[in-house]
């Protein structure tokens, strides 16, 4: 059976989705023994991988059936895809703007335990239970599934194909699905979380894709910063403004005086720079 | 295996803090039984103003007359009265050395022990115990958990903690003693503002260096949380070895006080002044040695 992470690269006029996803490689091989990273390109972002990208990268996969979120500034529309565009038996999706420190390597066996298994919590800097629905009123208010897409496990089955069918549906006809099922408080536009989580709510299959019991997987370091239990009023909403953090030599990461053990998902488009990675590469390569 | 509550206990210009630990030793032999002896360390000038009163609640008293640097604090008593007076708090990282015993439990001198749950300490696989939570009496800290500061790291409370001679605990005294003799350098690395040393934050990053700078628990004393009556609270009467009622700051209003009993759980006074209006009463509550 392989396994391998996968991710959408879709560069936009400011994010190099690209070279995240190039640095996420990296961590990944620093850190994971399976460290196996599809990601997956439109046309435009095709044509900037080098030879450092196929190097870093397990495989390369062109977006299929057109690109969804052509001439969206937030490419996500096309979350749907990744059974179709995964090469492994078993696949975690991530996002490209995370980075991983520590080994999670043993959480495969365990999250094989169902055919597809969404994140539901997720951590603070100082690895404490996310409580906050700040950003998450929608989720609140309509009971939806508290899923967070982007640490997403399947496997290949007829469960997972069914749920990424609905995905498809919600994405493809989100206005439908947005004033029948979603409107009220909140957000109004689409995120890969609310579409997964009301195809898990349609299909009435949280029982089998979530558990509410496990918190430590799979779970990762969420840096938005309204979740982070510091009050609202003293932390900026870039998180990077208000707490110190650091890419050491030994390729940990170090936020506020904590050393993150989790993979961490760090938002902030430009805290992954180019020392960064130059970090990791002299690391890994 | 020896046993031993240790309290630390130095005088300064406002306060009688021999008296306080005498009475806090008198509750806490009154009610546990499972330890051997209550010792108290304080210097030759707060033992020779206070000797016969020393002599009658605790067991041993042992000597340290290292030099305390000028740490001065605020000491409230309710929202009345404000002093500033110096702490005398840097002997605690000591109390490794010090410590004649196998296990110890460590009390401050403002915490009255009104109950037997702490007996549960003796014998412990955990090196280290000590608590993270605390409820405010007053309900006006709604947190159940501090941080040094909104940005840093959980505060441990130094209020009470049980340690026993290992590997561990030796290693946690040696950075403690380190942080405090270059607090300022670490209140800067981990956010603390202020310039009083604090025993509570020491505690909380030596813990925290020696667990990896990872997010940790470190085992918890019997019951979990600290029961901290803060310095705008008052004492209205104390009723008996395991009985006190107090005056409660309101919480949206602290000069406006709320009357609250309790009985059968411990309770750290910080209002240092209450104590001592109260201090007659709560030496003839407890118990002396052999008594």
Not at chain 1, 91 to 114: C, G, P, Q, R
Request: aromatic share 14%; charged share 25%; hydrophobic share 40%.
């Amino acid at each position: 059976m392989s396994k391998g992470y996968i991710t959408i690269a879709q560069n936009s006029e400011d994010i190099d989705y690209l070279e995240m996803s190039y640095a996420l490689a990296l961590s990944l091989k620093a850190s994971q023994e399976n460290s196996n990273l599809c990601v997956c390109v439109d046309e435009e972002t095709r044509k900037l991988i080098t030879d450092k990208h196929i190097q870093a990268f397990d495989a390369i996969v062109d977006i299929p059936w057109n690109d969804d979120a052509k001439g969206n500034k937030w490419k996500i529309n096309n979350k749907w895809k990744y059974p179709h565009m995964t090469p492994y038996d078993e696949t975690i999706i991530l996002d490209s703007d995370m980075i991983f420190t520590d080994s999670v390597d043993h959480w495969w066996d365990y999250l094989a335990k169902k055919d597809v298994w969404c994140c539901t919590n997720v951590k603070t800097f100082r690895n404490e239970d996310v409580t906050s629905d700040y950003y998450r009123k929608k989720f609140t208010q309509l009971n939806l599934p508290n899923i967070y897409s982007n640490f997403t496990y399947f496997k290949k089955s007829e469960l997972t194909f069914e749920f990424f069918k609905m995905v498809e549906l919600i994405m493809v006809h989100w206005n439908v699905y947005f004033d029948k099922f979603l409107s009220g408080v909140g957000q109004n536009w689409m995120s890969a979380d609310v579409a997964y989580a009301l195809a898990i709510q349609l299909l009435d299959i949280e029982a089998e894709t979530c558990d509410y019991d496990i918190k430590d997987v799979p779970t990762f370091v969420h840096m938005k910063s309204m979740v982070q239990n510091i009050p609202e009023n003293q932390i900026d909403s870039n998180w990077t403004k208000s707490i110190t953090s650091e890419l050491g030599d030994d390729l940990q990461v170090k936020i506020g005086n904590f050393t993150q053990t989790l993979p961490v998902h760090y938002v902030e488009k430009n805290w992954m720079d180019s020392s960064k990675i130059k970090q990791l590469e002299d690391a890994v390569l | 295996m020896s046993r031993g509550i240790i309290i630390f206990a130095q005088n300064n210009e406002y306060l009688n803090y021999a008296e306080q630990a005498s009475a806090c030793a008198g509750y806490a032999r009154k009610n546990l039984s499972l330890f051997d002896e209550i010792c108290l360390i304080t210097n030759t000038e707060t033992l020779e103003s206070n000797e016969t009163l020393i002599n009658e609640y605790f067991d041993r008293v042992i000597i340290s007359d290292t030099f305390q640097p000028d740490n001065i604090r605020l000491f409230k008593d309710t929202t009345n009265k404000l002093d500033y007076a110096s702490f005398k708090n840097m002997g605690r990282s000591d109390v490794y050395d010090l410590s004649p015993y196998d296990e110890t439990l460590v009390i401050d001198s403002d915490y009255f022990i009104m109950n037997n749950v702490l007996d549960q300490v003796w014998d412990s696989v955990n090196d280290v115990m000590i608590n993270c939570n605390y409820r405010d009496v007053s309900e006006r800290h709604k947190e159940n958990i501090e941080y040094l500061d909104n940005f840093s790291i959980p505060m441990y409370w130094a209020t009470v903690f049980y340690f026993r001679k290992s590997d561990f605990a030796e290693n946690l005294f040696t950075i403690i003693s380190h942080i405090k003799y270059n607090f300022k350098y670490y209140y800067y690395l981990y956010n603390c503002s202020g310039n009083l040393y604090r025993n509570d934050f020491a505690f909380s990053m030596a813990l925290h260096i020696l667990n990896g700078s990872v997010a940790f628990d470190v085992p918890s004393l019997p019951i979990n949380y600290l029961n901290n009556s803060f310095d705008l609270d008052d004492i209205f009467r104390v009723n008996s070895r395991n009985d006190i009622i107090m005056y409660c700051a309101d919480a949206e209003r602290v000069t406006d006080h709320v009357l609250s009993r309790f009985t059968n759980t411990d309770l750290h006074i910080m209002n240092k002044k209450a104590i001592g209006r109260f201090i007659d009463d709560f030496l003839s509550y407890g118990e002396k040695v052999n008594e």
